[in-house]
C-alpha cells in the first residue's frame, strides 16, 4: 500500500529543545534546583499533565513553583518559548511534503504549556498541520498502543498506509498496532 498520511512527532523531530538549558534558566543557576526540576521529566506528575489528568497550571502550582518559588506560570511559558528551536531537517521535510500536497499531522506527548510556549515562538504551527493528536487532548501517551490507534482513526488510515517520523524510531505500542516507523535525527539529513 501507499503512504497516505505522514504522522510527526513534535519533540527533537520538528521542534529541538534543551533541557539542561532550561533548567538552569529556569532555576537561575542553582544546581539543587536544577537536578529537582531535572527528577520532574520522571515524575508520574509529567505524565498527568501529558494526558490532561492535571492541568498545565496545577502541575506548575504542584510541581514546579515549589522548586523556583519566584517564578511565575507565565515565566515557565516563556522559559520554554525561548527555548524551543526549530529543527532543519524534520521542518524541512514537513514544509516539502505540506507544498507537495502530502497530508501531515502531528502525534506528540506533550503538555499545554509546551503547546502554548510553541505557538508563540512559531505562530501557526499547529494550525499548518493537516491534524493534530496531543497526548494532553487525547489522554493518552506514546508508546500506549491507544495513542497511535486514535491517531490512525482519526487520519482514516490503516498502519500501513501512515509513517510516522519520530526521533526514536517506533517506541514500544507502536510496533503492536502494526504502525512503520523511521527516525529523523538532527544533522543526519532525511
Known amino acids: ?33 536544577m537536578a529537582r526540576l531535572h527528577a520532574l521529566r520522571r515524575h508520574e506528575s509529567l505524565r498527568q499533565v501529558e494526558t490532561g489528568a492535571i492541568s498545565d497550571v496545577e502541575y506548575f502550582d504542584r510541581h514546579v513553583r515549589p522548586l523556583v518559588p519566584a517564578l511565575s506560570y507565565r515565566d515557565w511559558v516563556r522559559a520554554w518559548r525561548d527555548n524551543f528551536t526549530r529543527n532543519p531537517d524534520g521542518a524541512a521535510l514537513f514544509a516539502e511534503l505540506r507544498r507537495a500536497g502530502r497530508p501531515v499531522y502531528l502525534l506528540s506527548n506533550i503538555a499545554p504549556f509546551n503547546a502554548q510556549a510553541i505557538e508563540e515562538k512559531f505562530p501557526g504551527f499547529f494550525a499548518s498541520s493537516s491534524g493534530n493528536f496531543l497526548s494532553f487532548d487525547m ?34 505500542g507502536g510496533a503492536p498496532c502494526g504502525h512503520p516507523g523511521v527516525a529523523v535525527l538532527a544533522g543526519t539529513g532525511r
Open 1 to 33: 500500500m501507499a503512504v497516505r498520511a505522514f504522522l510527526f512527532d513534535i519533540g527533537n523531530v520538528l521542534v529541538d529543545f534543551d533541557l539542561d538549558a532550561l533548567a538552569a534558566t529556569v532555576a537561575g543557576g542553582d544546581p539543587e534546583a
Open 139 to 172: 489522554g493518552c501517551v506514546k508508546p500506549e498502543p491507544e495513542a497511535y490507534l486514535r491517531a490512525l482513526a482519526g487520519m482514516k488510515v490503516a498502519p500501513e498506509e501512515c509513517l510516522f517520523l519520530d526521533e526514536r524510531g517506533v517506541r514500544g
